[in-house]
């Protein structure tokens, strides 16, 4: 059974950092694609960036030029390294998997505020 477990998240003032991990279990994932999600208070789930099993990435236009999506195969390790954070990037992240089907995580919370 494919699990996820995400760490990392936090509350920063605007202009901060913040790395977020997500660690995922049971299976070999190098041939997968993953990412990460946001879900703001009172909204949808917004996709924020992939990374496929080529390494190469996507990000949603709001996010661009801040965010950096990486990950460590060796490890099953997927990570979001945030800056210049915004009030506007408040949210639960959740990342996600594509390994035979899509597994989510139990979302962290990242909360910028002054």
């Known amino acids: 059974q494919v699990q996820l477990v995400e760490s990392g998240g936090g509350s920063v003032q605007p202009g901060g950092s913040l790395r977020l991990s997500c660690a995922a279990s049971g299976g070999s994932f190098s041939a997968s694609s993953m990412g990460w999600y946001r879900q703001a208070a009172g909204r949808q789930r917004d996709w924020v960036a992939t990374?496929?099993?080529?390494?190469?990435?996507a990000y949603t236009d709001s996010v661009k030029g801040r965010f950096t999506i990486s990950r460590d195969n060796a490890k099953s390790m997927v990570y979001l390294q945030m800056n210049d954070l915004k009030p506007e990037d408040t949210a639960v992240y959740y990342c996600y998997i594509d390994y035979r089907a899509r597994t989510w995580g139990q979302g962290t919370q990242v909360t910028v505020s002054s």
């Open positions: 990374i496929r099993p080529d390494s190469s990435t």
